[in-house]
């Protein structure tokens, strides 16, 4: 059984890996450098790896506070194996 979660991409592109600091000036173009901690990564990469932590967070336990939905479009989809 595949899970299906729609999570927030929200700031995604601005916070940090490493410290967590959200700031619209941790992103320039495809370069994420954390103005707070100095970490940096590929600024997509890095929001794609961000997204992914927060569905890994809701894990298993809390699935049930979430309604379940059928996506519409191909990028709703995440999968969690």
């Given amino acids: 059984m595949k899970v299906v979660i729609k999570i927030n991409p929200k700031y995604s592109s601005q916070e ?31 929001a794609a790896k961000t997204i992914r932590d927060r569905a890994r967070e809701i894990g298993t ?12 479009r191909s990028e709703d989809i995440l999968t969690l194996t």
Avoid: M, Q, V
Wanted: charged share 30%; glycine share 12%; net charge positive.
């Fill in 16 to 46: 940090c890996r490493n410290c967590g600091h959200i700031d619209k000036s941790n992103r320039d173009g495809e370069k994420f450098i954390c103005t707070e901690c100095g970490y940096h990564e590929h600024a997509d990469i890095g």
């Fill in 61 to 72: 336990w809390g699935l049930s506070r979430y309604r379940a939905f059928a996506p519409k």
